[in-house]
T-cell receptor, first 113, second 115 residues
Framework: GEDVEQSLFLSVREGDSSVINCTYT??????LYWYKQEPGAGLQLLTY?????DMKQDQRLTVLLNKKDKHLSLRIADTQTGDSAIYFC?????????????FGKGTKLSVKP | DTGVSQNPRHKITKRGQNVTFRCDPI?????LYWYRQTLGQGPEFLTY????????KSRLLSDRFSAERPKGSFSTLEIQRTEQGDSAMYLC?????????????FGEGSRLTVL
């Protein structure tokens, strides 16, 4: 089955760029997502990318997809202390009855002032 | 709409007791999902409904777990004869099946502690 891997920790200084990486195994994954989870809260969708895209930009967020290597990254420009959270990569395939996402274990981003 | 709502937010119970969690999805969403998240892990899929039909169940969903969505609106997740290993955050999410991206909207979760 699908497996999604992420590095567990990332520490950056305020104002720097953060890059969080993710790899997945199922080449039939159609959609790839980045979710953010703050302490004690549920998951918030940040952005997603279709598998036929290479890049998607949304304000401070840039998602890069290398479908050949099954590698996904999330770049946060001008990282702020409010960006400190756990970031989850998730992969999904939509078709038929299958409707669930497979999540990585999450990358804890710490932003130092 | 206030988003996905889950109750109770936190439940502490003794081993062997039954617990029930409720999820109210975003009103226009016809898909509803249950996930489990343990400390240091990502959410793990348990089951999902399209309207009132339960379309998929994970192997994680043992016989002690049952989920229902009787009228295609709110859902309940019941755990019978709880075990300490059931301690986790139970997350509910909803989506609209016709949205191509299939993005899920999550509630804040119900945390279960089994003593």
């Amino acid at each position: 089955g699908e497996d999604v891997e992420q590095s567990l920790f990332l520490s950056v200084r305020e104002g720097d760029s953060s890059v969080i990486n993710c790899t997945y195994t199922d080449s039939s994954s159609t959609y790839l997502y980045w979710y953010k989870q703050e302490p004690g809260a549920g998951l918030q969708l940040l952005t997603y990318i279709f598998s036929n895209m290479d890049m998607k930009q949304d304000q401070r967020l840039t998602v890069l997809l290398n479908k050949k290597d099954k590698h996904l990254s999330l770049r946060i420009a001008d990282t702020q202390t409010g960006d400190s959270a756990i970031y989850f990569c998730a992969a999904g395939s939509y078709g038929g009855s299958q409707g669930n996402l497979i999540f990585g274990k999450g990358t804890k981003l710490s932003v130092k002032p | 709409d206030t988003g996905v709502s889950q109750n109770p937010r936190h439940k502490i119970t003794k081993r062997g007791q039954n617990v029930t969690f409720r999820c109210d999805p975003i009103s226009e969403h016809n898909r509803l999902y249950w996930y489990r998240q343990t400390l240091g892990q990502g959410p793990e899929f348990l089951t999902y409904f399209q309207n009132e039909a339960q379309l998929e169940k994970s192997r994680l969903l043992s016989d002690r777990f049952s989920a229902e969505r009787p009228k295609g609106s709110f859902s309940t997740l019941e755990i019978q004869r709880t075990e300490q290993g059931d301690s986790a955050m139970y997350l509910c999410a909803s989506s609209w099946a016709r949205v191509v991206s299939g993005e899920l909207f999550f509630g804040e979760g119900s945390r279960l502690t089994v003593l």
